[in-house]
Structure formats: structure tokens, C-alpha cells
């Protein structure tokens, strides 16, 4: 069963570019959760999702980032018009079940802002 | 207030010793889980604890939870230099529902040196 699946590992983007990173959650996962880890610190909750909804996006700046989990295929965080702020490990989790969760975390995928 | 501060930040020993790392946090719980991270990849789940068990066994791995004093720490016994990396720890929103929403800390560096 392959563990969550997360592309590109690293990206980079200058200033101004759009930055799409995408998930793919383990195997009978509906339930998909995105993280952002800033250089020396720990992860902070950015959206939940499960197909086709987004849950929770309380975690996420208003302005410049979206996120979806379609039908098919992976769930997609954008960043539009990125900022050397936004330079940062992106996370994504998947759970099969909100109830006592234990999130399966994929590899990350590492924005660099140019 | 920060959910899930773990200490020491930082913590060198040799191989063959035991580690112990704290967790404090300040709000109730459902669950706590610790995390390990290695330099430069995604995060790997060690164990989850439940707010009504006080102890859990996982191999080389002792977890403790005193919800009393909102507190937990992770032993690493005889420890081997690849547990070199950054262990976290990680709590749910407790009663407020969204405990899906894991909180996590800066983490604590743990170096083993052979």
C-alpha cells in the first residue's frame, strides 16, 4: 500500500510565478490535509478536505492560496503570485477517518521563492 | 498560546543511551502523537496516545501522558545513531471539535552520536 504521495518534491518559483503542488492520499484515504512547515519551526495547519468540500480552511492565508480535492485525481494547493515568504515545506496528511485521527504524512514538497 | 511545546530543543548523546523528550501543552485533548522527522524529509508517525491512557509501549518507544499536568514524554531506549532527527509532537483540539486540526511544536533535536 503506497504511503501518501506528494510532487514535486521541490519546486522552485520566482517572485510573481504560481506554484501548484499536489497530493495524492494513501489508498482508501478521503480525507486530506494540508501543513506548512517554515525554516526551524513546526507544522501549521493550513486546510482540510475531503472530496470535493473543503472542511476547514481556517489555517490558510485569505489571499493567493486555494486548495481542492476533486472527484479524481490528486488534491491540488495553489499559490498564486508567490512571495519569498511563501518559501516554506508544504506537508500533506490523509486519514481514512476524522475520528482519533492519525495522519500519514507524505514526503513534503519544498517551495523556494526566488 | 502555543499547543505542543516540546523540550529540550536540543539533545546530544551517545549511542546505547536513553533519550527523553517533553511535550507540554495547554488546552484539552483527544489524542497526542509524537512524530519523527529527518533532516530534509517528510514526517514519520511513532505513536499515538489517547487522553484516557496514561502509558504505551512501541518497541524501543515509551510514551507517558498526564493529562493532569497537560504534559507527555517520549523515551527512546538504547538509542542508535539513526535515530538522529527531529522528534515533534503533535495535539487535536480536544472537545471543540475540530480535532482534526493537529497542533504541533518547534520540536526537539536529537543528535546520537556513535
Known amino acids: 500500500n503506497a504511503g501518501v504521495m506528494q510532487n514535486p518534491r521541490h519546486l522552485v518559483r520566482r517572485r510573481g510565478q504560481e506554484a501548484r503542488l499536489r497530493c495524492s492520499p494513501m489508498k482508501g484515504h478521503s480525507h486530506v490535509y494540508w501543513y506548512r512547515q517554515l525554516p526551524e519551526e513546526g507544522l501549521k495547519f493550513m486546510v482540510y478536505l475531503q472530496k470535493e468540500n473543503i472542511i476547514d480552511e481556517s489555517g490558510m492565508p485569505k489571499e493567493r492560496f486555494s486548495a481542492e480535492f476533486p472527484k479524481e485525481g490528486p488534491s491540488i494547493l495553489r499559490i498564486q503570485q508567490v512571495v519569498r515568504g511563501d518559501s516554506a515545506a508544504y506537508f500533506c496528511a490523509s486519514s481514512p477517518t476524522r475520528q482519533y485521527n492519525e495522519q500519514f504524512f507524505g514526503p513534503g514538497t519544498r517551495l523556494t521563492v526566488l | 498560546s502555543q499547543q505542543g511545546e516540546e523540550d529540550p530543543q536540543a539533545l546530544s548523546i551517545q549511542e546505547g543511551e536513553n533519550a527523553t523528550m517533553n511535550c507540554s501543552y495547554k488546552?484539552?485533548?483527544?489524542?497526542l502523537q509524537w512524530y519523527r522527522q529527518n533532516s530534509g524529509r517528510g514526517l514519520v508517525h511513532l505513536i499515538l496516545?489517547?487522553?484516557?491512557?496514561r502509558e504505551k509501549h512501541s518497541g524501543r518507544l515509551r510514551v507517558t501522558l498526564d493529562t493532569s499536568k497537560k504534559s507527555s514524554s517520549l523515551l527512546i531506549t538504547a538509542s542508535r545513531a539513526a535515530d538522529t532527527a527531529s522528534y515533534f509532537c503533535?495535539?487535536?483540539?480536544?472537545?471543540?471539535?475540530?480535532?482534526?486540526?493537529?497542533?504541533f511544536g518547534k520540536g526537539t533535536l536529537l543528535t546520537v552520536n556513535p
Open positions: 496516545i489517547r487522553s484516557n491512557e
Open positions: 503533535a495535539t487535536d483540539a480536544g472537545s471543540g471539535g475540530s480535532n482534526y486540526k493537529l497542533t
Open positions: 488546552t484539552s485533548i483527544n489524542n
